[in-house]
């Protein structure tokens, strides 16, 4: 039999399948579908819906468009706002889509399909009508999402084929799901196909339920633990009894308050207290608050020493522990002088300069000592970056505070001594320079405030007496050397060494090598030999070494001739140490002509300087010798000015630079030498050489000159002096303006040596040069 065949209008839909016998309501936009709604209103409301391949098509040919679609009746229409229509449709047959025409509106040809006659008994359509009847009812049951009347409208329904096509449309399926079920012309099939989609979204249902059913149990095991966990807490409060959070919430919070923390600290600390409190016990972010917490509480926000303030006492100590170092004492014993009047003076923030080996560590600790301070020493030698000293920020994983903030909770009081070790040999990088962040800690006027930017609160260190120490000066950046009290510690004389060794040295490394103070006795002699032969320093600390160097000699010889005591005379300290390393350099034992002898500051001390001049037959050259400096070349062509524009008056040939050369040498030549100090003496040697006038052998000099003949300051007398004394010299000419240095000499120094202040180089021509007896 031939199916019957209709031109109708048509109109795409998109997500949507309706069955036979469904009744649905869906709003139309587009032109051509509104253009078929109104062609069908016309006719006999009869239209054709067919859904697309992709609902994302906007204007859908044949091929973007399904084969089975489904006949209706417009029961209908309604006009929205927008250019929209919405429509109420109820389905009436399936329709096969034959072909399409698209002009100004869809019109397709379409062939009615109806149900396939099956040749089954009809109980077995009742068993699987049953079947599929029972499965819905559990599916509603699970899901709740047909009403009760929908299942009681389908017992009214005996047709198998419209029964499958109505549970169809209600249930919530897939639109391929929808589209199987509506291709399916066979009953049987249709309704075995609708148990199986039934049962399959049945279990889906009952698995999302045992899911569902299983999240609620945990939220509310969850709820109740928490309802739990507080009831437990108000009751633990009434008891006096906490679990451990709470406990270490309650020890932090009455460690805060033991610490006696300033306003913004304390707050800073209660605020994190929370944080901590609210975060867990075992979250990441826990302990990091823990350990700020620490930093916070372990800092001496309160605690201080009391200052000795018995001068006499604090004297005491300072001179039991060094010997010398007066400017040192003197400075401390000032402060301690005036804290008794002023109970708000701030710490010093004093500058100690000077060779190694002086003991500028070791004073710092016997300050710390007199004054009854806590010490904290911090080296800041190679340190390159900003953080060491300020720290890191806590947004910074792994970050810690700075060593400042460090050493003070190291030091246990807000007043300790801070001692800040090789200020000078500090580097900077691409992360910061340390000395600019030292600025803010040596400056009395601020470092109340210091901010760390682990802490991130204020700092007090207004009370601490920070005490630094460098070799030179040259390298601290100027700034920062302003904010310092400079004091400087120079080396030490013989006597100052003599001492020392026998005071300090000696008993200590008998001590460190567990000897008997009389099973190795050092005569006089022997430390003299042993400084002068052995030692070329300002400080004390390569005698140090060279006595603990005797010391185990000493011990491995006893136990060889199995004697209980040695003692070391000059003779036995070259048989264990071997021939003397080091020949001072000894004055001249005659006056001679060109040959003056000047004086020289070293990194080691000082040392005489003899300086050569020879006058020969010549064009006029001037040579300089003797692994010469810049300043050194400066000096011996203005001493050379001047004596070529004084020539008259120093008795002296007015055409000597034309026919005499004349050769300026240094000896030790391959020590390399500079400093200004040397101008009179070469100006001295030029004119010895050239007037045939002696030089005095038992005089050395040291000045800078300049052309006019004035002589200028110098620097390191103490350790020219000492020089001097140990090279045979008795009479030394200085610079008028270093007078006022004579009252720091050491009395033994003054009672040694004759010193001539001279302010023009004549006097100095006077004093040092002899008439040649002819």
């Not at 600019?436 to 405030?449: F, G, H, M, P």
């Not at 001493?639 to 034309?658: D, M, N, P, Q």
Request: aromatic letters at 6%; glycine letters at 6%.
């Amino acid at each position: 039999m031939a199916r019957k065949r209709k031109t109708l209008p048509m109109i795409p839909l998109r997500g949507i399948t309706i069955f036979p016998y469904m009744v649905l309501h869906f709003d139309v936009g587009r032109d051509k579908s509104i253009a078929s709604l109104d062609e069908a209103m016309l006719k006999n409301q009869e239209i054709f819906l067919v859904p697309q391949k992709d609902s994302k098509i906007e204007n859908p040919t044949r091929e973007d468009l399904l084969d089975i679609g489904t006949l209706c009746v417009i029961r209908q229409l309604l006009k929205l706002p927008g250019n929209t229509v919405r429509v109420l449709v109820e389905g009436i047959a399936r329709g096969k889509l034959t072909s399409l025409k698209e002009e100004e509106s869809f019109r397709a040809v379409v062939e009615i399909l109806e149900d396939e006659e099956t040749t089954v008994a009809n109980v077995e359509e009742e068993a699987l009508v049953r079947s599929v009847k029972e499965s819905l009812q559990s599916y509603v049951r699970h899901t709740g999402y047909m009403p009760q009347e929908a299942l009681v409208s389908l017992e009214d329904i005996h047709e198998p084929g419209r029964f499958a096509d109505t549970v169809a449309s209600y249930l919530m399926l897939k639109p391929e799901d929808k589209q199987v079920l509506l291709e399916s012309l066979n009953i049987m099939d249709r309704l075995e196909k609708l148990l199986v989609i039934i049962n399959k979204e049945l279990e889906i249902a009952k698995i999302e339920k045992r899911i569902g059913t299983k999240v609620k149990s945990n939220i509310d095991k969850v709820q109740k633990e928490y309802y739990l966990r507080e009831q437990l807490k108000a009751i633990q409060e009434e008891l006096g009894e906490y679990d451990e959070d709470a406990k270490e919430f309650f020890a932090y919070k009455e460690k805060i308050t033991k610490a006696k923390m300033p306003k913004e600290a304390k707050e800073k600390a209660l605020y994190e207290l929370d944080r901590l409190r609210n975060s867990g016990s075992y979250s990441a972010e826990g302990g990091i608050i823990r350990t700020y917490l620490d930093w916070l509480i372990d800092l001496p926000w309160s605690k201080e020493t009391k200052d000795n303030l018995d001068i006499i006492k604090a004297r005491e100590i300072l001179e039991a522990d060094h010997y010398g170092l007066k400017d040192v004492k003197d400075r401390i014993i000032e402060y301690l002088a005036v804290k008794n009047t002023s109970k708000t003076m701030k710490g010093p923030i004093i500058c100690l300069v000077g060779p190694p080996g002086v003991g500028k560590t070791s004073i710092a600790k016997s300050v710390a000592r007199a004054v009854n301070r806590n010490f904290v020493r911090m080296s800041l030698g190679g340190v390159r970056d900003e953080a060491e000293i300020r720290g890191h920020r806590r947004t910074y994983v792994g970050s810690i505070p700075g060593r400042i903030v460090y050493g003070m909770r190291q030091a246990k009081s807000k007043n300790p001594l801070f001692l800040l070790d090789e200020i000078d040999k500090m580097a900077n990088d691409f992360r910061g320079d340390p000395a600019d962040a030292l600025l803010e800690v040596l400056d009395a006027e601020q470092n109340s405030t210091f901010r760390d930017h682990y802490l991130e609160v204020e700092l007090d260190l207004s009370k601490v007496m920070f005490i630094t120490t460098a070799n030179t000066l040259d390298t601290v950046p100027r700034p920062l050397l302003d904010r310092m009290e400079v004091i400087e510690i120079n080396g030490y004389t013989y006597e100052e060494k003599m001492n020392i060794a026998k005071r300090h040295l000696i008993p200590k490394v008998l001590k460190e090598h567990s000897v008997a103070p009389d099973a190795i006795r050092f005569s006089d002699n022997a430390i003299k030999f042993l400084i002068e032969g052995y030692t070329v320093e300002s400080g004390v600390r390569n005698l140090e070494r060279s006595i603990a160097s005797l010391t185990r000699k000493s011990i491995a010889y006893m136990l060889e001739k199995k004697k209980t005591s040695v003692a070391l005379t000059p003779q036995m300290i070259q048989k264990f140490l071997g021939h003397p390393k080091f020949m001072y350099e000894k004055a001249e034992k005659e006056d001679r002509i060109g040959v003056v002898t000047g004086l020289a500051w070293t990194m080691f001390g000082g040392d005489i300087l003899p300086i050569e001049v020879t006058v020969m037959d010549g064009t006029g050259k001037l040579e300089l010798t003797g692994q010469l400096g810049d300043v050194m070349k400066e000096s011996a062509k203005a001493a050379y000015s001047y004596v070529r524009a004084h020539s008259a008056e120093l008795g002296i040939t007015s055409l000597f630079y034309k026919d005499k050369d004349i050769h300026i040498h240094v000896p030790e030549g391959a020590v390399p030498k500079d400093g200004p100090s040397a101008g009179v003496t070469m100006a001295t040697a030029l004119t010895s050489a050239l007037t045939g006038k002696k030089a005095r052998h038992n005089v050395a000099m040291t000045g800078e000159i300049t052309l006019t003949g004035r002589v200028l300051p110098i620097g390191g007398l103490k350790e020219k002096s000492l020089a001097a004394a140990r090279a045979g010299i008795n009479t030394i000419i200085i610079p008028e303006k270093n007078r006022f240095d004579l009252e720091k000499l050491p009395p033994s120094i003054l009672s040694k040596l004759t010193f001539i202040p001279v302010k023009e180089i004549n006097e100095v021509l006077e004093k040092a040069l002899v008439e040649v007896e002819s």
